[in-house]
């Protein structure tokens, strides 16, 4: 079976402009998260869907919004790109809300750099 | 708040020798710990979890201790190998939250 998958691999920006970064749970998955990690750091949490709702939100500001389509894929969205986005965007799925009990599959990442 | 505060690295182990890497975590109430590892070009994954005091997660291993005294979860091998060179995160997951909480990593080599 194939795990969770994201898209692109890497991409580069500049200041100001818009992205979107892309993934597709495990099948069967209904639950999607988000998370940034920059070099040298953990992930920090970003959003949480599930069933198609936000069912959590981290710390970030509005240039941050996601959402989750019908077929339970995601995309995070990010406007006004600032130097400070540059990160690796790392998704992670599981069957229902990630938590204690409920193991969640992190992607590979998307690789975003902002110049 | 909640955090987690894990031992700097890099480490540099010779094949077989014992591994520690430090984690204590601040959380209100009662958190679940885990510990995640990322091989190189590849996602993070799940090694072993504890979600109550004086649980012990064990996988491929590898051993931690859920200790409340101490806000600790410390993650240790008795005989590491090559494979084992990865970096290392610590998390929490408030009983109370809807959100995990990384540490900043540890990165582990294997020589041989």
């Known amino acids: 079976d194939a795990g969770v998958t994201q898209s692109p691999t890497h991409l580069i920006k500049t200041r100001g402009q818009h992205v979107t970064l892309r993934c597709s749970p495990i099948s069967g998955h209904k639950s999607v998260s988000w998370y940034q990690q920059v070099l040298g750091q953990g992930p920090q949490f970003i959003f949480q869907?599930?069933?198609?709702?936000?069912?959590g939100r981290g710390n970030f500001p509005d240039r941050f919004s996601a959402r989750q389509f019908p077929n339970y894929s995601s995309e995070l969205n990010v406007n006004a790109l600032l130097l400070g986005d540059s990160a690796l965007y790392l998704c992670?799925?599981?069957?229902?809300?990630?938590?204690?009990?409920?193991?969640?599959?992190f992607g590979p990442g998307t690789r975003l750099l902002v110049l | 708040g909640n955090s987690v505060t894990q031992m700097e690295g890099p480490v540099t182990l010779s094949e077989e020798a014992f591994l520690t890497i430090n984690c204590t975590y601040t959380a209100t109430g009662y958190p679940s710990l885990f510990w995640y590892v990322q091989y190189p070009g590849e996602g993070l994954q799940l090694l072993l979890k504890?979600?109550?005091?004086?649980d012990k997660g064990s996988n491929k291993g590898f051993e931690a201790t859920y200790r409340k005294e101490t806000t600790s979860f410390h993650l240790e091998k008795g005989s590491v190998q090559v494979s084992d060179s990865a970096v290392y995160f610590c998390?929490?997951?408030?009983?109370?939250?809807?959100?995990?909480?990384f540490g900043t990593g540890t990165s582990l080599t294997v020589i041989p």
């Open positions: 869907y599930y069933e198609k709702e936000e069912r």
């Open positions: 504890a979600t109550k005091a004086d």
């Open positions: 998390a929490l997951y408030p009983n109370t939250g809807n959100q995990f909480y």
């Open positions: 992670a799925s599981s069957l229902a809300l990630a938590g204690s009990q409920e193991t969640q599959y």
